[in-house]
């Protein structure tokens, strides 16, 4: 597997603003119900007695910080217990949370925050909290944020106003902005878990002031009026993803969400939903060879391969096939993009006769000068799910006259031979970021593409990129050249109790979105 770290606002002249009036009288209330709470010292919170509602799975050996927590089950809990200034939903469209406001000017990003809003034991919420999670998630050791705030070089407040300097224009720069704020306190104590302002908050032991680790409590002082109809979660230590899937299926665990990073649970006896992940698997390339060279060739490779048809034979049904070079179900591209998963066969053998390629007794195709579409595909050892697309793939091809072998290799000479270029085609995935930036897949020097540079691809890129262009003609000039064959995407998974009620769509970077519409019914 090739990884790389890149990932509904109306965008007018490189900027974009969004204020939520709805949000005017809520914060007012929030500003008159807190402001004489805030001395909090010696509260008893008894959420840790009586029974939970929920029971969820976490990592006991580590503090649960969302800026040094390495399991993915400790990072998930941490998304109940931390807020962020935006998040996606799950059509990968932007949603204020935090945020009141936000302008993107060139390399400025300037953020209102919501006035109101107050920590879980609180202190109010300020810019200088904003600044300070920004330093931890983009300075800490180890951070899952640090990569995706590698644009941003410096981050200032002045008054309810958070403004972020960036290297480069990305009028997608705003998206980013998702990483937990935690409430600055130099005094805290850096071996228990940060303070957050998230639907749900630490129990306290008997003595007012010692978290309990594993039992969450609902935040009666969240920011969103919608009441949290789940009162108390308990977490519970499990060792490895099948022993909680078999959990939730006796109703021990309630709920899982799992990128299927390591694989598909088989057999699940519980309620399941497919999660919509931003992880585009596609076939590299290598446009130096002649035959490959040939806008035709490519078009052709790209017209005879059914996208759905890859999603169902290599992931099981765990992926979406694609329709362009971004996923089908971001709307703000999907209108678009010409494709819709099916192939189109006859549109491929036009293409290839347009460029003078015959069938001949072995069933390839050649050209005039004895050119075989024949090619060598590069796919990772070891990943059967990539495997079995790739002789899907295989297959799809050969029904058009192309001849595709495929070479097993490990991950990491896969990607030691992508980046020399030594390599006709390979499979792998790619790790989209918020900011949906894809250019690294045809910028040459990056690894991961090799040929001729895709002139007017990387035009109209760098033209919608610094908000000068339309991302209507980025995606035409991709659809022409073809610098790589998008696939599908791959799609994770929840499971979840049968007595959990109400659980809608999540996503990726929430898993736990609109959980205030979760209830649990309870059977005598």
Known sequence: MLMSCAVFLSVLSGCMEKVDDDWQSADELRAQLYHASLDTDNEIDLGDNGEADMVLAYSADEIINPYTCKSTLTQNICYLLYDSMIELTPDFDVEYVIAKSITVDHTIVKVQIRSGIVFSDGSPLTAEDISYS??????????????????????????????????????????????????????????????????????????????????????????????????????????????????????????????????????????????????????????????????????????AISTNDVASVGFSGMALGATGPFTPNWSEAAKYQSGNGRSRKNAAIECLEQSGYVIINNGVREDQSGKQ?????????????????????SSQLAEVGINVEITEISAEGLIARAGKGQYHLYLAEYSILNDMDIGDLFTLGEGLYNGPKPYDCIKSYGSYIRGTGELEDFITAFENELPFIPLCYRMGIIVYTRSLEGVGRVSENQPFYNMQNWYVTHTD
């Open 134 to 303: 920004y330093y931890m998630a983009a300075k800490t050791k180890g951070s899952i944020y640090k990569d995706k705030l590698s644009n941003v070089t410096n981050c200032s407040v002045k008054g309810m106003t958070v403004t972020f300097m960036m290297k480069e224009e990305n009028i997608n720069a705003y998206r980013m902005l998702d990483f937990p704020i935690i409430h600055y306190d130099p005094s805290a104590n850096k071996e228990l878990p940060p303070t957050g302002s998230g639907r749900y908050k630490f129990a306290t032991l008997s003595d007012g002031v010692t978290p309990n680790t594993t039992r969450l409590v609902k935040n009666d002082r969240w920011y969103n009026p919608e009441k949290v109809k789940i009162e108390k979660i308990s977490l519970r230590e499990m060792p490895s993803v099948e022993s909680i899937v078999h959990s939730i299926e006796i109703g021990t665990l309630s709920y899982m969400y799992s990128d299927m990073r390591d694989g598909t649970p088989q057999n699940v006896n519980a309620d399941y939903q497919k999660v919509d992940i931003n992880n585009l698997v596609y076939m590299g390339v290598n446009t130096n060879d002649t035959a490959l060279a040939d806008e035709n060739v490519r078009r052709a490779m790209s017209y």
């Open 373 to 393: 579409l024949s090619f060598n595909m590069l796919v990772s050892r070891g990943n059967s799910r990539h495997l079995a697309a790739a002789e899907n793939i």
